[in-house]
């Protein structure tokens, strides 16, 4: 297979042609090292985009000639050509500690990534997470590959009308201007992969983008060979109706699949990045029955080994569910597709396959495909437990399967120029690009007025930002030229300046600030501690009641003339505003219900910038929080959508802005003007949490923690007779748990030991397949316990049946321990796996 190195550029002279291996590759969207060379071909068109990729398709030939003629701009583009192969071929973390690397390739599937707004195909936090993975996977030597969607219009933008009313614009995407290139197969031919749908097939394009040493794969459905209706299926990301996503999700899960087979690409892991991707599971299942002429559920045992689910959704509302009809209408080829009727296909998706009327849930199919499933920070984690608890029934929560790794920012996208400076002083070059050991301490060697300076420059810096959207907001909106001309002097830089952006939905209550007006107005307008306030977010165009929070806040600035210069709304929230601020502010507020904030990561973005976090006690602060290094908001309890206590929590908001937040800013402050009470909570929250969440730290722990252990139960099933061993030792125990029953429970207690005896018999089942456990739940002061119960003499005058024992210290009482049997068996997951238990009562 070869690539096609340029997509309709101009034909660069040969001294030039590094310029499109450096256009390519979006290293360049956080490595700055570059960025002169860009500046020196078009000054104002980089300003305006800082989007190499851009510049060369827009640059003229006679300024290419001119250039190629300039001995001292070659000479730069082949230093930097130089030095970006060396750092590609350099040694990274991860081939450092695993010289024999344990896999060869992860596909990371995801229904959107947001790398840079150079190629905007992303929508919010979950399509960021996916693009900081790639770009730290690049960072770390991790061979991780990405597999999305190519949208034409990507997620709306937003502006504001007269009025302040939020207006949507779906500007079309034009693969031409965006920073990826076809792939191509081995004749030289745009490579597509063919899908079937009811009653006829659609084509999909493969694309290819390239972060570092990453390739991040895209599929397009808008081929002229395709009917109208298919072309429009990656036309909009999250738009359309249920059919349409269902379209969309198949592309992605199933066209993605084959696209890895089309690459001769053989993924030990693929890891699905939310329920979205999870047709996946059905179409490897189906190359591997192929491959080694098994049935599906051998396949499907088979591979499952390999296949990892992050979960990203805090309510069980909020997984994609789809009519049975609907997906039975999709699944009618399954035969052919998958080697497995429909009707299989369909009791995946639904928590009890019996129920034909039951909607198929995605999150369903892809925990039952998937050996390990995680949430996104710890809270999640529980919170998840509890979620997909109805698929493990009579099991205690905190033992459904679903473990947690804390999303984590790709620090080097998000920090500001000065940042960087200051960082790389204290904690060298290579800081993100290790084990993050030292960074800590070393970090504590900056100086109180550096800090303070980085916060002062970085406010400067926002403010201009600030000031030229709203110049040109105010225009566009008709304001007069009078308004106009105040834009540019909004905002003052020696005032604390306060961020808030994000969607704008219900549960984030992004108006939070404005439960009491007045008292926001008195914070706005202090005679001497003055406080103002950046504000951004989109809400979805389908979301009332989000459109309304938008313009109670421009509602609020247009009642307010005076208050013009002191709270801003920047409209269209993206990541090049998202940059700006989080590098820019003092303190970022999040205000989420909880636990409806899975992760969250605007917050961890400021961290590096020395900006520090209000938040209420959910997602990823509720295990980041410590009085040292910012503020709580809520009680760390839920409340559901109590009204009553989000007034609660505004007074509470309103209190620590006035009591805690502005007093540290404003008092205090050292003969130099440095308010030491700040500086060390911004000491304390850079130094301890930036490498915390960060996706170095992210990344580190998914191949330690999830792709390892699933490569090693991958092994140890590699062999088809050991798949089949365990197929037959599930269908044992589905066949024959109903009949296992215990004997009576006897219970002794000497010298502080307690001693526990109890007959089972086990009808058919072979008693390697089993074990037997003493259950004990948690108590306060005592975590719960699980002990194994071991197996005794037959029992006399019983068929296959056998006392079972354990010891223990009397330390609780014995009626707090409840024997179980569960299923067993060497290599397998329980209760992933396995979902059966039987209590002794
Ligand atoms: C980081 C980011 C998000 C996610 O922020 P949350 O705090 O998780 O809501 C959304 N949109 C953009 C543009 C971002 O940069």
């Not at 007269?162 to 076809?182: I, K, S």
């Not at 999709?330 to 296909?345: I, K, L, N």
Request: with cysteine; glycine share 8%.
């Amino acid at each position: 297979m070869t690539i096609a190195p340029c997509y309709l550029l101009p034909s660069l002279p040969e001294p030039l042609a590094g310029l499109a291996e450096l256009a390519l590759d979006l290293r360049w969207s956080w490595s700055h090292a570059a960025d002169v060379l860009w500046e020196r071909i078009a000054p104002e068109l980089w300003q305006a985009t800082r989007n190499p990729w851009l510049i060369l398709q827009n640059v003229s030939n006679e300024v290419l000639d001119r250039l190629s003629q300039d001995q001292a701009f070659v000479a730069l583009l082949d230093h930097f050509i130089a030095g970006h192969r060396q750092r590609l071929a350099a040694k990274t973390w991860f081939s450092s500690s695993y010289p024999q690397p344990p896999f060869g390739q992860v596909a990371y599937f995801s229904m959107e990534f947001g790398l840079s707004e150079a190629l905007p195909i992303y929508s919010g936090g979950l399509g960021i997470l996916a693009g900081d993975c790639l770009k730290t996977a690049s960072d770390l030597g991790v061979p991780i590959l990405g597999i999305g969607l190519l949208w034409q219009q990507g997620y709306f933008r937003q502006s504001l009308d007269d009025c302040g009313r939020q207006q949507e614009f779906f500007p079309y995407n034009d693969p031409t201007q965006l920073p990826v290139a076809p792939v191509r197969d081995q004749h030289g031919e745009w490579l597509r992969v063919e899908l079937p749908f009811p009653g006829r097939s659609v084509l999909l394009r493969a694309w290819e983008a390239q972060i570092g040493r990453v390739k991040l794969y895209l599929l397009d459905s808008n081929d002229p060979l395709n009917s109208p209706a298919d072309r429009g299926i990656t036309s909009e990301l999250y738009g359309g109706g249920p059919e349409m996503r269902l379209q969309q999700e198949i592309c992605l899960g199933i066209g993605g699949w084959f696209l890895l087979r089309r690459l001769g690409i053989q993924p030990e892991i693929c890891h699905l990045n939310e329920g979205h991707a999870a047709f996946a599971i059905l179409a490897r299942a189906h190359s591997h029955m192929r491959d080694h002429g098994t049935d599906f559920r051998c396949a499907l045992t088979a591979t499952r080994a390999g296949n990892i689910f992050t979960t990203h959704t805090p309510v069980a509302a909020g997984f994609d569910r789809f009519a049975p009809e609907l997906l039975a209408r999709y699944m009618e080829g399954a035969p052919q597709a998958f080697g497995v009727d429909s009707d299989t296909v369909l009791a995946l998706g639904r928590e009890n396959p019996d129920d034909p009327r039951e909607p198929f849930n995605m999150a369903w199919l892809a925990i039952r495909g998937s050996i390990l499933v995680n949430g996104v920070s710890r809270l999640h984690g529980a919170v998840s437990r509890r979620i997909f608890q109805p698929l493990f029934p009579r099991w205690p929560e905190n033992e459904v399967p679903v473990t947690h790794v804390t999303n984590g920012v790709h620090t080097p996208s998000w920090d500001s120029q000065d940042a960087d400076r200051i960082w790389t002083e204290s904690c060298g070059k290579e800081r993100w690009l290790g084990d993050l050991q030292d960074i800590e301490s070393r970090f504590q060697s900056v100086t109180d007025q550096a800090l303070w300076a980085l916060r002062a420059n970085a406010r400067q810096q926002v403010i201009g930002f600030a000031r030229t959207r709203l110049e040109r907001q105010s225009a566009a909106a008709h304001a007069d030229e009078e308004t106009v001309q105040r834009a540019g002097l909004a905002l003052d830089p020696n005032a604390l300046t306060i961020g808030f952006a994000r969607r704008f939905t219900a549960y984030k209550r992004p108006n939070m600030l404005l439960a009491d007006p007045d008292r926001l107005y008195r914070l706005l307008t202090h005679p001497h501690f003055p406080v103002q306030l950046l504000i951004a977010g989109k809400a979805h165009p389908q979301d009332g009641a989000g459109k309304v929070m938008v313009q109670q806040w421009t509602q609020f600035i247009h009642q307010h003339p005076e208050l013009a210069g002191r709270v801003v709304f920047i409209a269209d929230y993206d990541m090049l505003v998202a940059e700006q601020l989080v590098q820019g502010v003092d303190l970022w507020i999040n205000t989420p219900r909880r636990p409806w904030e899975a992760s969250g990561t605007s917050g961890m973005k400021v961290l590096v910038n020395g900006g520090l976090n209000l938040s209420e006690l959910d997602g990823w602060w509720a295990e980041a929080y410590a009085p040292e290094l910012g503020w709580p908001l809520g009680d760390g309890q839920e409340h559901d959508t109590d009204l009553a206590w989000d007034a609660h929590e505004a007074e509470d908001l309103y209190r620590l802005l006035e009591e805690e937040v502005v007093p540290l800013f404003y008092h205090n402050r050292d003969a130099n003007g440095c308010p030491c009470g700040w500086v060390a909570k911004m000491r304390a929250s850079m130094s301890r949490l930036t490498p915390r969440f960060s996706s170095n730290r992210m990344v580190r722990e998914y191949v330690e923690q999830l792709y390892l252990p699933a490569v090693q139960i991958a092994a140890a099933r590699a062999g088809r007779s050991q798949v089949e061993r365990i197929c037959q030792w599930q269908g044992e125990i589905a066949q024959h748990w109903e009949r296992i029953h215990f004997g009576e429970l006897q219970i002794s207690q000497d010298a502080g030991m307690l001693h526990f005896q109890v007959p089972v018999y086990l009808n058919d089942l072979d008693a390697a397949g089993i074990a037997v456990e003493l259950y004990a739940l948690a108590t306060e002061g005592q975590n719960d316990e699980v002990l194994s119960m071991t197996q005794g003499e037959a029992l006399e005058g019983a068929v296959n049946s056998y006392s079972y024992r354990c010891e223990i210290a009397a330390r609780r009482p014995a009626s707090d321990y409840t024997p179980r049997i569960v299923p067993r068996m060497a290599g397998c997951q329980v209760p992933m796996e396995a979902q059966q238990i039987l209590w002794y009562r």
